[in-house]
């Protein structure tokens, strides 16, 4: 049966995307998270869907929703959530982008009772998170994987010290400098650079349109 998808550039492909942030508990009404909306990931999602492919939506806590017969959201909390359930779509999957703001650490151990003051000073202890993308790249077979990398020093050699490190085909660099770039905005600023260190820098311009290039780009390198 002729599918409408067929013909189209990732029509067949599966695509795993990570995005938002994750919530670390502390106890049972608070945790540590972040600033980060979703929204990139979500956009990023609904292109690879509209390219034709489809889309496993990994995501942690965000108002956004998304409706679509070839995207399937998967809501997680935390970062090992966040982990255990890409991982399950991860081998089958073509493209891979890991848009998530992952917590780096979660507290070491989380309190039944909600805790209560008492002292002047309080201290958490902190664990580091297994990184999802790292792991990713340390199993990776033919998938096409693409971090993201947020930086406010050195950018460009710190994002390539993590596509290096983390062993992927791609990464995009989110630029901080730039007024209207970055976490919680509609807008975004990015240079996708690639293993050969080819560094396509683009303008700053909607998520929509940035999750567009990212597409165009992955697309160009892998399947044109
Ligand atoms: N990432 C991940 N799992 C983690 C931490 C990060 O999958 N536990 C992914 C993010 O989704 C992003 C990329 O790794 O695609 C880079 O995240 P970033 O925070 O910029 O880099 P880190 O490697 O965590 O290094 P640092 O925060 O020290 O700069
Ligand atoms: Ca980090």
Redesign the pocket.
Known sequence: KKQLSDGLPLSGKKVLI?AGPTYEAIDPVRFIGNHSSGLMGFELAKTAASLGAEVYLVTGPTYLSVTHDNIHVVNVVS?DDMYHSAQMYYETSDIVI?????A?YRPKTVAEQKIKKSEENFTIELVK?????KTFGDHKKNQFLV?????TENEIE?AKG?LKR?NLDAIVLNSMRDKGAGFGGVTNKVSFIDTNSNITAFELKTKAEVAVDIFNEIIKRRYA
């Open positions: 990570t970062a890991c848009a998530a703001a992952v780096d998170n297994k990184d999802i993308l971090g993201f990398a947020l930086e710190n993590k983390k």
